[in-house]
């Protein structure tokens, strides 16, 4: 079992930057990836970036590559998502994501946190 929380949505102006956590408990070993997707209304949820729990590889969508920084601290057993130049269409709820291997479909995915709205205005 694998509980995800995630907090730090909310609104920022486009150009804007807003940091996204997600503490986790549970099973979470260094092998472990942990990630984020996001979903917007009417669209499909989408992988945006993920990391290896020991922090040793990272992976991003090509559409927040360059903007988006994913980053863990194990200490705090916490993985974060800083989301800088955000854009109008960056907004949607966020979900934060963990699984046994690498993932970028939603059917990879074993564990789940319940998302945190992100909203851009231009």
């Known amino acids: 079992q694998v509980q995800l929380v995630e907090s730090g949505g909310g609104l920022a102006q486009a150009g804007g930057s807003l940091r996204l956590s997600c503490a986790a408990s549970g099973r979470i070993f260094s092998w472990s990836i942990m990630g984020w997707f996001r979903q917007a209304p009417g669209t499909e949820r989408d992988f945006v970036a993920a990391?290896?729990?020991?922090?040793?590889?990272?992976e991003y969508a090509d559409a927040v590559k360059g903007r988006f920084t994913i980053s863990r601290d194990k200490a705090k057993n916490t993985v974060y998502l800083q989301m800088d130049s955000l854009k109008p269409e960056d907004a949607a709820v966020y979900y934060c994501?963990?699984?046994?291997?690498?993932?970028?479909?939603?059917?990879?995915?074993?564990?789940w946190g319940k998302g945190t709205l992100v909203t851009v205005s231009s």
């Open positions: 990391i290896t729990w020991s922090g040793s590889d990272t």
């Open positions: 994501a963990s699984a046994s291997s690498w993932f970028k479909t939603q059917d990879q995915v074993d564990w």
